[in-house]
């Protein structure tokens, strides 16, 4: 762990970055958000201050070649086709990881934000030819059609206190297809002479990347190198290489790691502590790092660069405009900045709430926004910020003063996203809380992570039956942190609405003594002391021999010779394997792992955050039941 041993903030080590798929997601771009508004707003200043030497800056040729070949772009195009081919990996990784692990796990919940993020297209662009039609700027409709996904999901946590993660799970879902249908049409669309000799190489290593991800080969360089060709063919094709970018990142599989590597990996650890050689450092760290998915091993590698470093270049090598009282005047005069500026801010809410109410209606419920109106209604108008692919697309079908026409309506449209869905939160947060709740969370009744359900009459539990909320803890009763998360449970079960479970996870590969105080627990249950001998255990986690059990069953007033025998005899082995099996069966591999109502708990584990999380379900459940 790199946090001190106080803080209550932290993770297991190997649950740390599992998260729920959007959580890391979106810590990243709340932050990066900011960079890239600097960025842009230097761009600004930078071509009012002098245009020239911005133009000649971003039109300076850079070349990459070995021997006689090589490739030769201006730093611009280096940026927009080469750089924001990492962007849309990210973006692409991020999809997936929502298909793996997150709620279009259920391949039902992907039928609304698909339609949604196709209407979400073709509206705005409708819209953009009524206004263009027979003009000059009717050819870059494209324009108007992006949402810039990751910039929108920055400024709504920015804009949108309070906003729950399901919101930006909705946004993030119905606008991934977005980005998908948005490159189809870069490659189609607006490209030009297309050479086949190379695009058939890049097919060809895409289907040699393919390969390697099937066969599970773990080379870095051999990837490296496979998407170095894909790259470089795309681009001598005539066809947008950002395009790679995506189809790459949703090849990356998502997975949490199984509790059997992460037993392997320690098991190397151990080996590196009792000879550390090179030899077994490498083994070891190989060996931790496999125990990870190949798609969150990218998004560690890729994303922070891609939201801190390559958007902001972005933003700063395509918004600088030169903006002057005349040219105001022709641009909102133009119908191809008011094109932008009507698809982003009426088009996109008009698509994604149209559609998710119509979806809704024809069905009678049965496919609904995984969300409350209020939060449909922010991820549309957020989603009038069309930022990056509006400006990819705009630099391949216009110059000059469209070119510019076009960057001030896509920045005009932002502005306006981003007032809309203030508001839009704003006026929500004053409804009462019952109201609030629903009109942020909705009725869908939620996915449930835990397997199998809790069952009172085999499950330890704590608190009245009938409670409105159930938390379920796996949990080892050596393992540190279990014991430093005990303070916040045991803040947290005095509230009287809630019910507490306690699971079995003895890690005995790092925790030699968790399998015996699991069975002494389970012994003590036999006499109906399980939680009091719980209490004791987590309070002296450093005292689990044999002897101490022997010790703490006797202060409890148990029957020791009985308890003796049945740690000798180890009689409830079974009954703690019967956890460790709910524990496979519910994705957990480390401890503390926390349920709410059934659905993982991702994150910290200080009592502020339980209470939240416990309070969200709490509404959750006062919806469901009002309806």
């Given at each position: ?34 960079v890239l508004v600097a960025a842009i707003a ?204 995506l189809a790459m990142g949703l090849t990356a ?92 801010l009426l088009g996109k809410p008009i698509a ?276």
């Open positions: 762990m790199t946090t001190s041993p106080g803080r209550m903030q932290e993770r297991t080590q190997w649950t740390r970055g599992l998260g729920a798929p959007l959580r890391a997601f979106l810590r990243t771009e709340s932050g990066s958000a900011g230097a761009a600004l200043v930078w071509a009012n201050v002098d245009v020239a030497s911005y133009e000649a800056f971003w039109r300076t040729d850079l070349a990459v070649r070995i021997g006689g070949t090589g490739v030769s772009e201006d730093l611009r195009t280096w940026v927009n086709s080469g750089l924001m081919t990492i962007f849309f990996l990210v973006v692409g990784l991020e999809a997936r990881r929502e298909f793996d692990l997150g709620d279009l796990r259920e391949r039902r919940r992907f039928v609304l934000p698909f339609v949604a993020g196709l209407a979400g297209m073709l509206i705005p662009v409708l819209i953009y030819l009524a206004l263009n039609a027979g003009g000059t700027g009717a050819h870059g409709w494209g324009v108007a059609m992006s949402t810039d996904t990751a910039l929108a999901l920055g400024l709504l946590a920015l804009l949108g206190k309070g906003v729950p993660d399901a919101a930006r799970v909705f946004l993030l879902t119905v606008f991934v297809v977005d980005d998908l249908v948005a490159l189809l049409v870069i490659a189609v669309v607006y490209s030009e002479d297309i050479e086949v000799m190379p695009l058939l190489v890049a097919f060809a290593a895409f289907g040699v990347w393919l390969l390697l991800r099937y066969l599970d080969v773990r080379r870095a360089v051999l990837y490296a190198l496979v998407a170095i060709v894909l790259w470089a063919a795309m681009l001598m094709s005539g066809v947008d290489p950002v395009v790679a970018g599989v998502a997975y949490t790691p199984a509790r059997e590597k992460l037993e392997a990996a320690s098991g190397l650890f151990k080996l590196f502590r009792e000879q550390p050689t090179p030899e077994l450092a490498r083994s070891a760290a190989l060996g931790m790092t496999q125990t990870l998915s190949p798609n969150d091993r990218l998004q560690r590698i890729y994303h922070p660069w891609s939201s801190y470093v390559i958007v902001p270049l972005f933003g700063l090598a395509n918004a600088g405009i030169a903006i002057d009282g005349g040219f105001l005047a022709r641009a909102f005069t133009s119908p191809v900045t008011w094109g932008v500026i009507l698809g982003y994604v709430v149209g559609v998710s109410a119509l979806l809704t209606w024809l069905t009678h419920g049965r496919i609904r926004p995984g969300v409350g109106w209020a939060a449909v209604l922010g991820s549309g108008t957020i989603a009038g910020i069309g930022f990056t692919v509006s400006l990819l697309i705009a630099a391949l079908a216009f110059e000059g003063p469209e070119l510019a026409e076009v960057k001030i309506g896509v920045l005009t449209a932002a502005a306006g996203a981003s007032l809309l869905t203030w508001t839009v939160f704003r006026v929500t947060s004053l409804l009462p809380a019952d109201r609030r709740a629903r009109a942020l969370l909705g009725e869908t009744e939620d996915l449930t992570d835990l397997v199998p359900a809790v069952d009172p009459d085999r499950d330890h539990v704590r608190g009245p039956a009938d409670a409105s909320v159930t938390v379920v803890e796996y949990g080892d009763f050596q393992c540190p942190y279990c014991g430093r998360a005990e303070p916040a449970v045991r803040d947290l079960i005095t509230d009287t609405d809630l019910r507490y479970v306690w699971r079995h996870l003895p890690l005995t590969d790092v925790h030699p003594q968790a399998q015996l105080a699991a069975e002494a627990a389970e012994a003590a249950a036999a006499q109906g002391k399980f939680w009091e001998m719980h209490d004791v255990l987590l309070d002296h986690q450093d005292k689990l021999r044999i002897m101490d059990l022997l010790r703490y069953a006797a202060e409890l007033g148990l029957d020791t010779n009985r308890f003796h025998d049945d740690l000798m005899d180890h009689v409830h082995v079974t009954r703690v394997a019967e956890d460790l099996e709910s524990a496979d069966a519910s994705g957990v591999s480390g401890t503390p792992t926390f349920f709410i109502n059934g659905r993982r708990h991702y994150g910290a584990y200080d009592i502020a955050t339980l209470k939240q999380a416990v309070k969200t379900a709490r509404a959750r459940v006062g919806i469901t039941r009002v309806g």
